[in-house]
């Protein structure tokens, strides 16, 4: 497949016609950038639109900035699977996509969009998720949608129209998509839900899930569709997720929804509206249902009416958001049934609720109060000593200050507690008993300043402990975590102890489950493994604070680290030796440092055989003299980010062992020089990232440029972003190197291929209007030569007597024919029938006519000949016919005869028409119409009579010596 690139080189735009394939990855591109599907290229690149990518769709392409649709994506590879586009065009033209017929994702972001043409999607029979945003505005702004517009995505299975209106869309719009399980049509700008659902298409059966949020619906009626069509109730019937959140509705009419019988989950949000309208709607079973208020405006339904709505459809799940409900007690709660399983009140205030009211239904196994403003969570208090079968329960973002002991106790079955970001400082004495089925804890962003030894006490199924956020400074007893066996992820707050922690002595063994840790540090506290078992499974470690310090360099738990992130700028050391070394299995590696108060002997890193992921932050290369020394002996590394990393150059040595490096990311925010050649070493790079690098606008970089238009392997990306620094002013990399760097090879390029072109055009031209003239002037030339060289030769060789033969023979040699006769071998009878007779014949004087096929040269050149022939004869006579004219070689000896007249004014150039031509058909022969117009020439006479008066003349203006031109007026124009 070919495509048509501008393609920047120093001081020249170049147009290529590039095919694109596998290998041609190199090109620089101005809009998009491509990446291949890479867990390094995933975790160290992402995604720079938020489109969210769906793994295992690569690769990758990204456009931004792009006008032009057409033009702007044949930037991007045929064979990209997943397409995200930040443009401002306004139309979608027919088979805008159609060159990247692999395409299964496309994402579109425009807010200048206003039509989408028929066949805009063609070309993609493997399209499976298509998501089109036009605008951000609630009421949705048109789009002009062609019939035809999603003909042929006869795979997709998931389409989202975000901020469009619809009110105009052709009736048969979605008919095409046959396999669409999914459909969002969100900020359409609807006033009624019918308009939404009369869009939909009958052939659509595989429709399960239609989302309609913030599209301005504020009534629900049991309408129809244009023309009393009723609704796709067929269709309508299959739906099980229904979501119509964002809008205001005010009004539900009578069975408006009993089309909907056994929905999954539907989300609705209302105002001011009595829930007895859903009870009459008419819908069946709901297992999820989803109530909020519209943009804080005012919907207080009553807990005894939203019971009666559980029971009546089914609800297992029940989520209310916004919603400001008054009367939460068990005698309330007993009227929701026993079915409700799931709870979920969000952003009301609950102060002052009850919290026995779940003993009015104790079926409840989950229950979610966030941003409710609880104070405490006494609930098995409230309880009276009855058991709850709660399996989670998250209190996020509420005002508990504490947890006091056995709060919990009545819930012997929960796995799941969250009380993050909560104000809890303290936790009592058995504050965590009787959960032996815990598994997740969250109290991060707390205030815990302590850990006591009974404060997990009875938590022996604990997997997941988070106390991220926590400021300890209280201290941590021995032991804390030793009934933690199966512990598998554990974070520690800041720990703010002036001491030395010891790992084993937390645990009093270790947990041989653990697979990530993390631990932030103070200031003051030095990290100590001691004597563990070695972990089952590979770890991730994290470390933060401003000082890592460990006296255990060597111990079983650094082995087991495949992963290890130390941030912050932390001093990362072991008896002042980086103790990077001492994992000696790490895969990935993250590592921020703070040169400013730290000198980090970093280069160890080279020792790290194994790693394969290596990510530095603000180290400081330039306090070493060889910055190369960190990166030897990493033959194993695929990914490597460089932030701030103070390099004032790269150079290749720093990457001559990367033989396996494929994702290089780069970052800085001081000019950074790249050397000539730097990237060579690097044999299996295949994407460099410019996340953000300030070059310097200086002509040496342009090799850089040259590197990424030639290369066949790396796709370079962002770097139609990057800066350069220009007299104190930061300018745009590409354009900037375009207007300045014109360097001696490119300019010599450049004016050789101008001479090139000019020098193609003259030939071209000449060509055309002097390739005769120069052919004649060329054997005129060389046969004057070969007679002067011939006559010095003979001088010199017969001595005196050469001034005796050529004065008797110059003037017969120079002159040797009266005429030569320029005829069409058509003409030849006449010639040699008619004129040669009578003039060489009858008559006085008797003339010497040159004939080619008699007195031509045998052996020499055509062309010689007929040169030579002419310019030893007085005159020329032209014979013309149309036969005359179609001829090559009678046009060839028009020219010389013309050239010949217009350098020597004592020759005649005379023209007999032996038949009669046409001044129309005259004018295709510029030359031989011009003499036409102005010179005398003989018609060949049809009447006997009048034959011996043409040849008297012919013969008279053969024979006479001056180059007068004819006296007598023409016979025929």
């Given at each position: 497949?070919?495509?048509?690139?501008?393609?920047?080189?120093?001081?020249?735009?170049?147009?290529?016609?590039?095919?694109?394939?596998?290998?041609?990855?190199?090109?620089?591109?101005?809009?998009?950038?491509?990446?291949?599907?890479?867990?390094?290229?995933?975790?160290?690149?992402?995604?720079?639109?938020?489109?969210?990518?769906?793994?295992?769709?690569?690769?990758?392409?990204?456009?931004?900035?792009?006008?032009?649709?057409?033009?702007?994506?044949?930037?991007?590879?045929?064979?990209?699977?997943?397409?995200?586009?930040?443009?401002?065009?306004?139309?979608?033209?027919?088979?805008?996509?159609?060159?990247?017929?692999?395409?299964?994702?496309?994402?579109?972001?425009?807010?200048?969009?206003?039509?989408?043409?028929?066949?805009?999607?063609?070309?993609?029979?493997?399209?499976?998720?298509?998501?089109?945003?036009?605008?951000?505005?609630?009421?949705?702004?048109?789009?002009?949608?062609?019939?035809?517009?999603?003909?042929?995505?006869?795979?997709?299975?998931?389409?989202?129209?975000?901020?469009?209106?619809?009110?105009?869309?052709?009736?048969?719009?979605?008919?095409?998509?046959?396999?669409?399980?999914?459909?969002?049509?969100?900020?359409?700008?609807?006033?009624?839900?019918?308009?939404?659902?009369?869009?939909?298409?009958?052939?659509?059966?595989?429709?399960?899930?239609?989302?309609?949020?913030?599209?301005?619906?504020?009534?629900?009626?049991?309408?129809?569709?244009?023309?009393?069509?009723?609704?796709?109730?067929?269709?309508?019937?299959?739906?099980?997720?229904?979501?119509?959140?964002?809008?205001?509705?005010?009004?539900?009419?009578?069975?408006?929804?009993?089309?909907?019988?056994?929905?999954?989950?539907?989300?609705?949000?209302?105002?001011?509206?009595?829930?007895?309208?859903?009870?009459?709607?008419?819908?069946?079973?709901?297992?999820?249902?989803?109530?909020?208020?519209?943009?804080?405006?005012?919907?207080?339904?009553?807990?005894?009416?939203?019971?009666?709505?559980?029971?009546?459809?089914?609800?297992?799940?029940?989520?209310?958001?916004?919603?400001?409900?008054?009367?939460?007690?068990?005698?309330?709660?007993?009227?929701?049934?026993?079915?409700?399983?799931?709870?979920?009140?969000?952003?009301?205030?609950?102060?002052?609720?009850?919290?026995?009211f779940w003993t009015g239904t104790g079926q409840i196994q989950g229950l979610m109060m966030v941003l409710t403003k609880l104070t405490n969570a006494s609930f098995c208090s409230a309880g009276g000593g009855r058991v709850w079968n709660l399996t989670s329960l998250i209190l996020h973002e509420n005002h508990l200050t504490e947890i006091t002991t056995d709060q919990f106790s009545c819930m012997p079955l929960l796995e799941r507690l969250d009380l993050s970001e909560n104000h809890i400082s303290s936790l009592a004495h058995r504050a965590l008993q009787g959960m032996p089925l815990l598994r997740v804890l969250d109290l991060t962003h707390n205030k815990i300043s302590m850990l006591g030894e009974d404060d997990f006490e009875g938590l022996p199924a604990l997997e997941v402990l988070?106390?991220?956020?926590?400021?300890?400074?209280?201290?941590?007893?021995?032991?804390?975590?030793?009934?933690?066996?199966?512990?598998?992820?554990?974070?520690?707050?800041?720990?703010?102890?002036?001491?030395?922690?010891?790992?084993?002595?937390?645990?009093?063994?270790?947990?041989?489950?653990?697979?990530?840790?993390?631990?932030?540090?103070?200031?003051?506290?030095?990290?100590?493994?001691?004597?563990?078992?070695?972990?089952?499974?590979?770890?991730?470690?994290?470390?933060?604070?401003?000082?890592?310090?460990?006296?255990?360099?060597?111990?079983?738990?650094?082995?087991?680290?495949?992963?290890?992130?130390?941030?912050?700028?932390?001093?990362?050391?072991?008896?002042?030796?980086?103790?990077?070394?001492?994992?000696?299995?790490?895969?990935?590696?993250?590592?921020?440092?703070?040169?400013?108060?730290?000198?980090?002997?970093?280069?160890?890193?080279?020792?790290?055989?194994?790693?394969?992921?290596?990510?530095?932050?603000?180290?400081?290369?330039?306090?070493?003299?060889?910055?190369?020394?960190?990166?030897?002996?990493?033959?194993?590394?695929?990914?490597?980010?460089?932030?701030?990393?103070?390099?004032?150059?790269?150079?290749?040595?720093?990457?001559?062992?990367?033989?396996?490096?494929?994702?290089?990311?780069?970052?800085?925010?001081?000019?950074?020089?790249?050397?000539?050649?730097?990237?060579?070493?690097?044999?299996?790079?295949?994407?460099?990232?410019?996340?953000?690098?300030?070059?310097?606008?200086?002509?040496?970089?342009?090799?850089?440029?040259?590197?990424?238009?030639?290369?066949?392997?790396?796709?370079?990306?962002?770097?139609?972003?990057?800066?350069?620094?220009?007299?104190?002013?930061?300018?745009?990399?590409?354009?900037?190197?375009?207007?300045?760097?014109?360097?001696?090879?490119?300019?010599?390029?450049?004016?050789?291929?101008?001479?090139?072109?000019?020098?193609?055009?003259?030939?071209?031209?000449?060509?055309?209007?002097?390739?005769?003239?120069?052919?004649?002037?060329?054997?005129?030339?060389?046969?004057?030569?070969?007679?002067?060289?011939?006559?010095?030769?003979?001088?010199?060789?017969?001595?005196?007597?050469?001034?005796?033969?050529?004065?008797?023979?110059?003037?017969?040699?120079?002159?040797?024919?009266?005429?030569?006769?320029?005829?069409?071998?058509?003409?030849?009878?006449?010639?040699?029938?008619?004129?040669?007779?009578?003039?060489?014949?009858?008559?006085?004087?008797?003339?010497?006519?040159?004939?080619?096929?008699?007195?031509?040269?045998?052996?020499?050149?055509?062309?010689?000949?007929?040169?030579?022939?002419?310019?030893?004869?007085?005159?020329?006579?032209?014979?013309?016919?149309?036969?005359?004219?179609?001829?090559?070689?009678?046009?060839?000896?028009?020219?010389?005869?013309?050239?010949?007249?217009?350098?020597?004014?004592?020759?005649?150039?005379?023209?007999?028409?032996?038949?009669?031509?046409?001044?129309?058909?005259?004018?295709?022969?510029?030359?031989?119409?011009?003499?036409?117009?102005?010179?005398?020439?003989?018609?060949?006479?049809?009447?006997?009579?009048?034959?011996?008066?043409?040849?008297?003349?012919?013969?008279?203006?053969?024979?006479?010596?001056?180059?007068?031109?004819?006296?007598?007026?023409?016979?025929?124009?």
């Amino acid at each position: 497949m070919t495509f048509v690139f501008w393609v920047w080189r120093p001081g020249v735009s170049v147009l290529l016609l590039l095919c694109v394939c596998d290998g041609a990855e190199g090109v620089i591109r101005r809009h998009c950038d491509c990446y291949e599907e890479d867990m390094y290229v995933q975790k160290d690149i992402g995604g720079f639109i938020q489109c969210s990518l769906k793994p295992g769709l690569g690769p990758y392409a990204e456009c931004t900035e792009i006008t032009d649709l057409r033009s702007g994506l044949e930037e991007v590879f045929p064979d990209v699977r997943s397409l995200c586009i930040l443009h401002s065009s306004s139309s979608l033209p027919a088979d805008s996509f159609s060159h990247i017929p692999l395409l299964e994702h496309l994402y579109l972001d425009g807010s200048h969009l206003a039509k989408v043409t028929s066949g805009a999607f063609a070309g993609l029979p493997k399209l499976r998720f298509l998501h089109i945003l036009v605008s951000s505005s609630w009421g949705g702004v048109n789009v002009t949608l062609e019939p035809g517009v999603f003909q042929g995505l006869s795979s997709l299975e998931e389409l989202t129209l975000a901020g469009m209106s619809l009110a105009l869309a052709p009736a048969a719009l979605l008919d095409p998509l046959v396999r669409v399980r999914s459909l969002r049509v969100d900020r359409a700008g609807a006033r009624d839900l019918g308009e939404l659902f009369c869009l939909l298409s009958p052939g659509m059966e595989k429709l399960e899930t239609l989302e309609l949020p913030d599209s301005m619906v504020s009534s629900i009626q049991n309408g129809g569709c244009s023309g009393s069509n009723p609704w796709p109730t067929v269709l309508l019937s299959r739906i099980r997720i229904l979501d119509l959140s964002g809008n205001p509705v005010r009004r539900v009419e009578p069975k408006s929804l009993s089309v909907f019988q056994n929905l999954s989950s539907l989300s609705l949000s209302m105002v001011d509206v009595w829930v007895g309208q859903l009870w009459g709607s008419g819908m069946g079973r709901v297992n999820k249902l989803y109530l909020s208020s519209y943009a804080l405006r005012q919907f207080t339904p009553s807990l005894s009416d939203l019971c009666t709505l559980v029971v009546k459809h089914g609800v297992e799940s029940l989520d209310l958001r916004l919603a400001l409900i008054t009367a939460f007690t068990a005698e309330v709660m007993k009227r929701c049934g026993p079915g409700l399983r799931q709870l979920s009140v969000t952003s009301q205030d609950l102060s002052g609720m009850d919290l026995g009211f779940w003993t009015g239904t104790g079926q409840i196994q989950g229950l979610m109060m966030v941003l409710t403003k609880l104070t405490n969570a006494s609930f098995c208090s409230a309880g009276g000593g009855r058991v709850w079968n709660l399996t989670s329960l998250i209190l996020h973002e509420n005002h508990l200050t504490e947890i006091t002991t056995d709060q919990f106790s009545c819930m012997p079955l929960l796995e799941r507690l969250d009380l993050s970001e909560n104000h809890i400082s303290s936790l009592a004495h058995r504050a965590l008993q009787g959960m032996p089925l815990l598994r997740v804890l969250d109290l991060t962003h707390n205030k815990i300043s302590m850990l006591g030894e009974d404060d997990f006490e009875g938590l022996p199924a604990l997997e997941v402990l988070l106390l991220e956020g926590n400021k300890i400074s209280g201290g941590i007893a021995h032991g804390v975590f030793r009934r933690q066996h199966r512990l598998q992820d554990l974070s520690l707050g800041e720990i703010d102890i002036i001491y030395q922690l010891y790992l084993n002595m937390l645990f009093l063994g270790f947990p041989t489950k653990l697979q990530h840790l993390l631990i932030d540090t103070g200031p003051g506290t030095y990290l100590t493994v001691g004597h563990v078992p070695a972990p089952e499974f590979p770890m991730l470690l994290e470390l933060r604070g401003k000082m890592i310090q460990s006296s255990d360099c060597e111990n079983n738990m650094f082995p087991m680290v495949r992963e290890l992130k130390v941030g912050d700028g932390t001093k990362f050391d072991c008896n002042n030796i980086f103790l990077a070394p001492y994992f000696l299995n790490l895969e990935s590696f993250e590592f921020s440092a703070n040169p400013e108060k730290f000198a980090t002997p970093y280069t160890t890193i080279n020792q790290l055989r194994k790693l394969k992921r290596l990510k530095l932050t603000n180290l400081n290369f330039s306090n070493h003299t060889d910055p190369s020394v960190t990166f030897r002996n990493l033959t194993e590394l695929r990914s490597l980010v460089l932030i701030n990393c103070r390099l004032n150059f790269l150079t290749r040595s720093m990457f001559t062992d990367l033989v396996s490096l494929r994702v290089l990311r780069l970052y800085s925010e001081s000019p950074l020089i790249l050397l000539e050649g730097v990237f060579i070493p690097l044999l299996s790079l295949s994407t460099l990232v410019f996340d953000q690098v300030d070059f310097r606008c200086d002509c040496s970089n342009g090799w850089l440029l040259d590197w990424a238009d030639n290369s066949r392997k790396t796709q370079v990306v962002l770097l139609q972003r990057q800066q350069c620094i220009w007299h104190y002013q930061r300018l745009n990399f590409l354009s900037t190197m375009e207007r300045l760097c014109q360097t001696e090879d490119d300019f010599l390029s450049y004016v050789s291929t101008t001479a090139a072109v000019c020098t193609l055009l003259c030939l071209a031209l000449g060509y055309r209007f002097l390739r005769w003239p120069c052919v004649v002037l060329f054997f005129r030339l060389r046969g004057w030569v070969e007679r002067r060289v011939g006559r010095r030769w003979w001088r010199r060789r017969m001595g005196g007597q050469w001034e005796e033969l050529i004065e008797g023979e110059e003037g017969e040699e120079e002159v040797r024919y009266d005429a030569f006769v320029s005829f069409s071998s058509g003409d030849e009878a006449w010639v040699l029938g008619e004129m040669a007779p009578m003039l060489e014949e009858e008559g006085e004087p008797r003339l010497r006519l040159c004939l080619h096929h008699r007195d031509f040269e045998v052996g020499k050149g055509i062309v010689d000949n007929i040169a030579e022939n002419i310019y030893c004869s007085r005159r020329t006579v032209c014979v013309l016919t149309r036969r005359y004219l179609r001829s090559d070689w009678c046009g060839l000896e028009m020219r010389v005869a013309t050239h010949r007249l217009l350098s020597e004014h004592s020759h005649r150039l005379i023209l007999i028409f032996l038949e009669h031509i046409s001044p129309f058909e005259l004018s295709a022969f510029h030359r031989l119409a011009k003499l036409a117009r102005t010179r005398t020439y003989l018609d060949w006479p049809q009447d006997e009579d009048e034959r011996v008066t043409f040849w008297e003349r012919l013969r008279r203006n053969i024979a006479e010596r001056d180059a007068d031109e004819l006296h007598d007026p023409p016979e025929a124009s």
